[in-house]
């Protein structure tokens, strides 16, 4: 197991200037205070066949939007599930414990959130999907190892992490023994893209299993505020993770 100390950079972005860029190999470093006040500084950990320059598709921006705008987004989210309660598995039993909406109709401050999500995740000849998939996981809830397929959201997907910090796994789907963690703090904006969703499976980690480099990330609550290009083929491989959603608007 390797655990990496990495150095700052920053990218320019309409909401923040902190953009981690994985895909281009670059070193990183952001100390992570969680709930508990502890401090993380080593945000990606790397099994002993995986080294920094095997990553691609990965784009990680933290403190994406403040405190405020979380506070207010996960209000505005939470008065659309009106009576929908926590599924304990989905179709495919990828996901565990959550529940799921499409929204296509924000208040003026969440949908400029939203807006700044796409221009800032996404290619400016991407097209995005319509509507912005949310998916609330409990506490106890979790995401087991998938593949996604773009035959449901094309080549990229952005997610927002809301109301806590997370760490997600990826493994090689030819070799189990080459896997990496990375840590999803709250209010920080991910990009998956290429290789990292098509050859890795990726999971979103329990609570008792969330450890980067020995670290308990605590999971509590979490809400993916999540965007997707369109699909640009339907000649594409078999989906593993088709999204059911319900829509209230």
């Given amino acids: 197991m390797i655990f990496l100390k990495l150095s700052n950079i920053s990218c320019k972005s309409l909401l923040l200037n902190n953009c981690i860029s994985i895909t281009n190999y670059m070193r990183f470093s952001t100390k992570l205070a969680n709930q508990h006040g502890n401090n993380l500084e080593e945000s990606i950990e790397l099994s ?13 921006w933290k403190d994406f939007i403040n405190v405020q705008m979380e506070e207010a987004m996960v209000k505005e989210i939470d008065k659309k599930w009106k009576r929908l309660s926590y599924q304990q598995g989905h179709w495919d039993n990828a996901i565990q414990d959550y529940r799921e909406i499409e929204i296509q109709s924000w208040s003026d401050q969440a949908a400029e959130v939203v807006q700044n999500i796409k221009e800032t995740a996404f290619n400016s000849d991407d097209k995005t999907l319509p509507f912005t998939h949310i998916l609330d996981l409990a506490a106890y809830g979790h995401i087991k190892p998938h593949v996604d397929s773009i035959r449901f959201c094309g080549r990229a997907i952005a997610g927002l992490s809301l109301s806590s910090s997370s ?10 023994d080459v896997w990496f963690k990375i840590v999803l703090p709250q209010r920080s904006m991910y990009v998956m893209e290429g290789e990292a969703r098509y050859k890795f499976s990726h999971e979103l980690l329990k609570d008792e299993e969330s450890f980067c480099n020995d670290v308990h ?22 989906d593993i993770f088709k999204p059911v959603v319900f829509s209230f608007d």
Avoid: A, H, W, Y
């Fill in 167 to 176: 760490v997600m796994k990826f493994i090689n789907e030819e070799d189990k």
């Fill in 48 to 60: 002993e066949k995986m080294k920094l320059s095997d990553i691609s598709g990965i784009r990680l």
């Fill in 217 to 238: 990330i605590p999971k509590g609550r979490r809400i993916s505020v999540l965007c997707r290009t369109q699909v640009e083929s339907q000649n594409q491989p078999e």
